[in-house]
């Protein structure tokens, strides 16, 4: 088993939907959770992040992480055409640098 | 400078040959990553510079593959007598001291290597 389990299916929405993302890991040992958002042909850039459980908010973009379930989210609103890129969920016990990676989902917004 | 600079951009080389990769993180960051991402996988950690030494370079996957990084700045990548496996994007990224990765990686655009 993995440490980060990421379903890889695109997705494709309408311009306006929510889009929710997901990942479950398997080391308790994490604390510091992360989403990345990578464009076509480009790095990878954070976009939020949260220690231990709880959620985040930031503009159109929620995190949530329950770490009773090792479970955590990303919710996009109002989804527009310049979200259309790989998000890649990322992870990291605390004080170690090595992020585990999710193989990321590609997403589609259509206008 | 402003942002992690790589290059080569796309390095396209022959079974059997040498490369190397080069990483300038942005100035003032002590930590340096090294990551690879394979067509349709998650990015796979290679090793980590903190200052000029590598505490973890568990994820090296051969002893083809090694890094340094000089001057607590550049690091370079080098991958010897490339495989068809080692095509891959490969991601360098730098931050700010050690620790908690919370201050986020500044990722540089990659190395987008095929080896044919």
């Known amino acids: 088993q993995k440490e980060v389990e990421q379903d890889p299916g695109p997705l494709s929405v309408p311009e306006g939907a929510i889009v929710s993302l997901n990942c479950t890991y398997s080391n308790s040992a994490f604390q510091y959770f992360m989403w990345y958002r990578q464009y076509s042909r480009k790095g990878p850039e954070l976009l939020m992040y949260?220690?231990?459980?709880g959620n985040k908010e930031d503009g159109r973009f929620t995190a949530q992480v329950d770490k009773s379930s090792k479970y955590i989210s990303l919710f996009i609103r109002d989804s527009q055409p310049s979200d259309s890129a790989t998000y890649l969920c990322?992870?990291?016990?605390?004080?170690?640098?090595?992020?585990?990676f999710g193989k990321g989902n590609q997403v589609v917004v259509i206008p | 400078g402003a942002g992690v600079s790589q290059s080569p951009s796309n390095k396209v080389t022959e079974k059997g040959k040498d490369v190397e990769l080069r990483c300038d993180p942005i100035s003032g960051h002590t930590a340096l990553y090294w990551y690879r991402q394979r067509l349709g996988q998650g990015l796979e950690f290679l090793i980590y510079?903190?200052?000029?030494?590598?505490?973890?370079k568990s994820g090296l996957p051969s002893d083809r593959f090694s890094a340094e990084r000089t001057g607590e700045s550049v690091s370079t990548l080098t991958i010897q007598r490339t495989q068809q496996e080692d095509s891959a994007v490969y991601l360098c990224?730098?931050?700010f001291g050690q620790g908690a990765p919370n201050y986020g990686y500044t990722f540089g655009s990659g190395t987008r290597l095929t080896v044919v």
């Open positions: 510079f903190q200052g000029n030494s590598a505490p973890d």
């Open positions: 990224a730098s931050s």
């Open positions: 949260t220690y231990s459980s």
């Open positions: 990322a992870m990291s016990p605390y004080g170690n640098n090595r992020l585990a």
